[in-house]
Nanobody, 124 residues
Framework: QVQLVESGGGSVQAGGSLRLSCAAS????????MGWFRQAPGKEREFVAA????????LYADNVKGRFTVSRDNAKNAVYLQTISLNPEDTAVYYC?????????????????WGQGIQVTVSS
């Protein structure tokens, strides 16, 4: 049974930072590209960042580029999202996801497995 479990969320003030982690189990982690998505209240789930299986390529949404960094540790079956300079518009539930096939890292529908999500709240 595949499980993706996010941690590291919470509440911070604008300008603060958080490091989100996602622990994966039940899959051959090193074969999967990993993505981070988020969903704010009343909005659709949106792409945030992704990293290929070998960490050879990363991709970011324009609104987080330069502030968020995605990384992975295949030995630990974990993917991370380091965030800095957070602003209230970053408030959302953040999800990690895993995809085995497909080439479009930002395409939500190509992801096979999803975590339960974790809340990030940024206050002004």
């Amino acid at each position: 049974q595949v499980q993706l479990v996010e941690s590291g969320g919470g509440s911070v003030q604008a300008g603060g930072s958080l490091r989100l982690s996602c622990a994966a189990s039940g899959l051959t982690f090193s074969l999967y590209a990993m993505g981070w998505f988020r969903q704010a209240p009343g909005k659709e789930r949106e792409f945030v960042a992704a990293i290929t299986w070998s960490a050879g390529r990363t991709l970011y949404a324009d609104n987080v580029k330069g502030r968020f960094t995605v990384s992975r540790d295949n030995a630990k079956n974990a993917v991370y999202l380091q965030t800095i300079s957070l602003n209230p518009e970053d408030t959302a539930v953040y999800y990690c996801a895993a995809k085995r096939r497909g080439i479009v890292l930002s395409r939500l529908s190509e992801y096979d497995y999803w975590g339960q999500g974790i809340q990030v709240t940024v206050s002004s």
